[in-house]
């Protein structure tokens, strides 16, 4: 696979389903952390409690571990456009509910978590389905450029989303679940219009081997089991997402626009490093880059936890998002040229799990960490073991320690993993 040259920047943007795919992923991840940051201050608000803060992860993640057989088996079976369109009007629902139970005065943790597992059987079919739609939308040696944008689209997204959703539930709460509810039915028009893009599918009667495919090449291809599990466990132990309404509300004391600011913060270093890679692919020693990012990443953590400064807080959750996207990059990359198509959808079900494990449940690791021992412990902790993971992982997985440039591998050899 020949890369996109470092002066066609906006290579994946020439292909116009592409660019209709983008700006509805960034309009969806923008409502997303609008109602994030809604949810997150308006249950600390209401109940004081870390625990719950942390529930708010763990009830979001289950549905996709419980649904792990399913969801990558209809990705790869049926359109992914479809699916998507589908995904994201559901979450529409969800944002229209959490606005009824606010203008009704009824917002309260049993009913909040209702929504919130119907949030997280969404996401559940919509990780697969997203990940597998966008390299179908792309050529091949595009592939890198247009990941490089779509984590830009979620990172910028994470730096105004935050801001925008603690400014508008500054106003009203009830405006920013307006906003969000809008945006999420802007990005399901825009996913239904896209034309349908060509997809390899599998003509195999569904069977346990079909269903069980996506574990088996990732257990067989050591690359791809390296780099999703180190992100699986850095970010379980790293993120501190759950606990930045503590940090903003008695630590930092900065209000609602101050979550925002902190929300953001990963965001603009995220984007920051984007940019830079969409502009200057990374061509060699990728290997070893990705491992220094999630180093990166737990050290910002660490002094973050430390931190009673609000600008010394921000600076390290800059540095957190830079970290983190050096490592995204990579790992998205290698999973689009690593994957055959007709697999894809499995192999990104399981991926998704092991995402959520490492963003859900690792709010939830958080919030009981903090229960028990404090908030500012927990995130020390977190930021250590994401340090030693990125060490440890470096001497598991050689193969991936080795990987230089990020090309498509020699696939002549390997078995049939369908």
Known sequence: MQITSAGDRFAAFRHRSYAQFFFARFLAAFAIQIISV?????MYEVTRSAFLLGMIGLVQF???LLLILVTGSVTDRYSRRSIVSICLAISAFCAAALLL???TGTFAPVPVFVILVIFGIERAFMGPAVQSLSPNLVPEKDLANSFAWNASSWQTASIVG???GGLLYGLDPTVAYSVALAFMAAATVLVFLIPKPAQRKVGEPTSWTYILAGFKFIRFEKVVLGAISL???AVLLGGAVALMPIFASDILVLGPLGLGLLRAAPGVGAIAMAIFLATFPIRHGSGIKMFVGVAVFGLATMVFGLSQTPWLSIVALAFMGAGDMISVYVRETLMALWTPDEVRGRVNAVNSVFIGASNELGEFRAGVMTHFIGVVPAVIIGGVGTLAVSVLWAWMFPQLRKIDALDAPDRSE?????
């Open 101 to 103: 139970l606010t203008v």
């Open 162 to 164: 935050p801001m925008t």
């Open 62 to 64: 289950l549905p996709s």
């Open 38 to 42: 809604a949810v997150g201050w308006q």
């Open 414 to 418: 390997r078995p049939d993993i369908r």
């Open 231 to 233: 992100d699986l466990f």
